[in-house]
């Protein structure tokens, strides 16, 4: 079941993807092992709800708590800030390192890590209590990512959540919070792939409420990979 | 106990069983000896794929009032479903955890790598009935009795606190559907989470009975 769980990137990258995508959309990408998948809060303060699976395996995926209690267990994050994400049972494989995290590191300042790890992205059942039934939502645009690798929702397990960016917490009486996103435009973060993965992710459209500080936006999103791969070298 | 029993069953200590409901019918779960914790799956009896979430479902009933990630609402189904599964009708302790049950490498993170988890109790219960653990979603779970803190700073660190329940307490739900429940009495004795020593969970099972036809 193990696999090594501290890769460290090597000094020297190149972008060999680079895309801006348009608000309230989503999308899937190839992450190769060793590949650095990076998402830039081009246009400001927007979440971006983000899932990783095996390439080889879509039964093997990212799975949000589990990553949330094993990183607090390590001293290595929570429910607001992640190094380690790791996949679902019996799996438990350290999928992607999180090697670059201005906002989770403090830069931008806030009482914590400045994300949310969570079972949850809004669906059409959240609007609809929100008293928005016709309201696009991260369930579909998670439903068109997904078909893009061949999966649907009911065939898998799309609510295990990286809510990157996502100023929320659970507070004392166990009610959820939120608060505007810490990040400022051009922020970053950066996941480093320990095995192929493809990324699978949601530009939330919530445009109620602070998540998205009232207006969702684009985004910008990287591939970069080893200098030495481009060269011929291991 | 709400409606006229019909079903009684002790998981016992470290194991697994799953139990349907039928929709209309009452499912408690509770103690034996107090002190422990009862990890639930939930899944619709006819359609496997339709699964309960745990931590959303604490979303969901919060926006409606009844409920957040402590205390327990109703369980939702996961997406693109979304449908009323269990709804809890009584909770004598009122404070649980919706999010992950313990697994092969939070036992080894403790210092008892190879130790019984709620992973293997699962997988146990769900292949009398076919299924896998790659078949469900886990590890996200509806902790019933679990006492945990989220620190609401910093990472979001957890602290497990041992469980307040004691032999008498409770929680009894309405089923919204027909449900297959996965219930794993939580085998950790190596953390404080179930205080240090598991005991079993007793699962009941009722249909309401009703009064004579008024005239």
């Known amino acids: 079941m193990s696999r090594a769980v501290d890769i460290q990137p090597p000094g020297a990258y190149r972008v060999i993807t680079d895309l801006s995508l348009p608000k309230s959309s989503g999308r899937s990408l190839p992450v190769a092992e060793g590949q650095i998948f990076r998402a830039i809060a081009s246009e400001g303060k927007q979440v971006l709800d983000l899932t990783f699976f095996n390439a080889h395996n879509y039964r093997e995926h990212f799975s949000a708590e589990l990553s949330a209690v094993l990183g607090s267990m390590q001293g290595t994050g929570g429910y607001y800030r992640l190094t380690r994400l790791y996949s679902n049972p019996p799996y438990e494989n350290v999928l992607a390192t999180v090697v670059d995290d201005p906002v989770g590191s403090g830069v931008r300042g806030g009482e914590r890590g400045g994300h949310y790890i969570d079972d949850g992205h809004c669906t059409g059942r959240l609007l ?46 166990g009610d959820m919070q939120f608060a505007v996103p810490l990040v400022e435009t051009d922020d970053h973060i950066d996941f480093l792939a320990h095995i192929d993965l493809v990324a699978v992710f949601s530009i939330c459209p919530l445009r109620h409420g602070p998540c998205n500080d009232y207006q969702p936006k684009g985004m910008r999103f990287q591939i970069l990979e080893p200098e030495l791969n481009r060269e011929g070298g291991s | 106990m709400t409606g006229r029993l019909i079903e009684r069953l002790v998981v016992p200590p470290s194991s697994g069983r799953a139990v349907r409901v039928l929709r ?38 919060q926006i409606q009032g009844i409920g957040n990630h402590y205390r327990l609402g109703t369980v939702f189904s996961k997406v693109p479903y979304e449908r009323p599964m269990l709804t809890v009708t009584r909770d004598t302790v009122g404070h649980h955890f919706l999010g992950p049950h313990c697994t092969a490498r ?3 993170l403790l210092g008892a790598p190879g ?9 146990d219960a769900l ?41 008498d307490d409770y929680v009894e739900f309405v089923a919204e559907m027909d449900v297959l429940v996965v219930v794993s009495a939580c085998p950790d004795d190596v953390s404080s989470l179930n205080g240090g020593s598991c005991t079993a969970i007793v699962v009941q099972i009722a249909e309401l009975r009703y009064g004579p036809r008024p005239a």
């Open chain 1, 128 to 173: 609809e209590f929100m008293g928005f039934p016709d309201d696009r939502t991260c369930s579909d645009n998670f439903a068109d990512a997904l078909s893009e690798i061949g999966l649907r929702q009911e065939d898998t397990f799309d609510s295990t959540i990286f809510n990157v960016w996502m100023n929320s917490y659970t507070d004392e009486r």
């Open chain 2, 106 to 108: 939070m036992m080894e």
């Open chain 2, 115 to 123: 130790h019984r988890s709620c992973t293997d109790n699962y997988a």
């Open chain 2, 24 to 61: 209309g019918r009452t499912l408690r779960v509770g103690q034996e000896a107090g002190g422990q914790v009862a990890s639930l799956l939930v899944l619709n009896a006819h359609d496997h794929k339709e699964q309960g979430m745990a931590r959303f479902s604490g979303n969901l009933s």
């Open chain 2, 127 to 167: 292949a009398e009935h076919g299924l896998t653990l790659e078949d469900v979603y886990t590890p996200a779970s509806i902790n019933l009795f679990a006492n945990p803190r989220v620190d609401p700073t910093g990472d979001g660190s957890i602290e497990f606190l041992p469980p307040t329940a004691g032999k």
